[in-house]
């Protein structure tokens, strides 16, 4: 027996597909969305990084790694680390910075 087009079953998987693919498009734009403001927060938090860097390479021209690391409760490895990475992205011209025993890992 042929069904009739356009039958009450053949609207109901019509429906059902439609509806599966409503979940399916929600679930992939909220998936992105996620994502993309997981790739900001990122952004936003090598940001932090590198003015917590510039800070504490700020106190290493007038402290020394160990006294800074003891202070912020940071391995001096760490503290070192940081200030490295303000050394390192300063212009070459610079010395005052690169000269600095705390910059170059002495403590």
């Known amino acids: 027996m042929a069904r ?15 509806d599966r693919r409503d979940r399916e498009s929600k679930g ?21 990084d590198v003015e917590a860097a510039e800070a504490l390479a700020a106190i290493a021209e007038v402290s020394d790694v160990v006294a800074i690391a003891d202070v912020i409760e940071w391995s001096p490895a760490r503290v070192r680390t940081a200030v490295k990475l303000i ?21």
């Open 87 to 107: 050394a390192d992205r300063a212009p070459a011209d610079d010395g005052r910075k690169a000269a600095n025993p705390a910059a170059n890992g002495a403590s």
């Open 4 to 18: 009739k087009a356009g039958s009450e079953a053949e609207r109901v998987a019509l429906d059902r597909l439609k």
């Open 28 to 48: 992939y734009t909220e998936f992105f969305a996620v994502e993309d403001r997981r790739r900001r927060l990122s952004d936003e938090l090598d940001g932090l």
